[in-house]
């Protein structure tokens, strides 16, 4: 297996923007703001060893691999990637956003200290791991119609 070894130029402190916890939550553990957070802020970035090319089509798939763009995916599978922590919610109060290369977690609601930061892992994900399973607090599970064509 091929894993481009670029970890080391990442400092984890610096993925992190906002204070947060990892405590238990309703779908294992979760992230959890430990500050108020703004709408339009930066929670933390979603880091871990970088694959590059055809290197993602020889990592065992895994619910951690995120595709960046057509040759560049992260596999957050790693303890120092704290974003993926985060648990899906069809209703989340945050999002994943990919600028210039690299993932953040953004915040789409105001978040207030004590509250689970989740976001909406989108409908190829939820299909494929969550489906009726879904245990969000949202009263509509946003896929769940459309995962039932199988
Ligand atoms: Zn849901």
Redesign the pocket.
């Known amino acids: 297996m091929i894993v481009n070894d670029n970890i080391k130029e990442i400092n984890t402190e610096d993925s992190v923007f906002k204070k947060i916890k990892i405590k238990k939550s309703y779908a294992g553990l979760g992230l959890f703001a430990d500050e108020d957070i703004k709408k339009g802020e930066k929670i933390i970035e979603y880091i871990g060893l970088i694959l590059l090319g055809d290197e993602a089509s020889e990592v065992k798939s895994n619910m951690y691999l995120f595709e960046v763009s057509n040759n560049k995916t992260i596999n957050g599978s790693v303890r120092w990637n704290k974003a993926r922590y985060i648990n899906?919610?069809?209703?989340g109060n945050a999002e994943s956003e990919i600028r210039k290369g690299r993932v953040y977690i953004i915040a789409v609601k105001n978040i207030k200290k004590g509250d689970e930061i989740t976001y909406d892992y989108g409908e190829e994900f939820f299909n494929e791991y969550?489906g009726k399973d879904?245990?969000?607090k949202?009263n509509k599970?946003?896929y769940?119609s459309k995962s039932k064509t199988k």
């Open positions: 899906h919610s069809c209703i969550i879904c245990k969000c949202a599970h946003k769940l």
